[in-house]
């Protein structure tokens, strides 16, 4: 499987943004769908984002819809996840993952390792 990395974490106060990024090589060559996810500590991973190659369209859970966007980057490979009015309740690792590659299904189901986000009151 690809080896995807996550940077753009970092310790901020509540209602500051962050842009996260993920990179994955053969992202943009075959066509993948990626998915955002985070997890606090003790907790289970949930579902945050998904990104659609194919027209640009992406969903969003409930808890950030209106504050993230997902895209993909002017850069090769590289998706983004838009984080804007953060909140303590978004404070967690945040991992991207490869659903659907068109042009190589090899690629899909890949985890990368995570950045961490950190939201103070």
């Known amino acids: 499987q690809a080896q995807l990395g996550e940077s753009g974490g970092g310790s901020v106060p509540a209602g500051a943004s962050l842009n996260l990024s993920c990179t994955v090589p053969g992202f943009t060559d075959n066509r993948c769908d990626m998915e955002w996810y985070q997890q606090a500590a003790g907790k289970q991973r949930k579902w945050v984002a998904r990104f659609e190659t194919d027209g640009s369209v992406a969903y969003y859970a409930d808890s950030v819809k209106g504050r993230f966007t997902a895209s993909a980057a002017a850069a090769k490979d590289t998706v983004l996840l838009q984080m804007n009015n953060l909140k303590p309740e978004d404070t967690g690792t945040y991992s991207c993952?490869?659903?659907?590659?068109?042009?190589?299904?090899?690629?899909?189901?890949?985890w990368g390792q995570g950045t961490q986000v950190s939201v103070s009151s």
């Open positions: 993952k490869t659903v659907f590659c068109r042009g190589d299904p090899g690629l899909s189901g890949s």
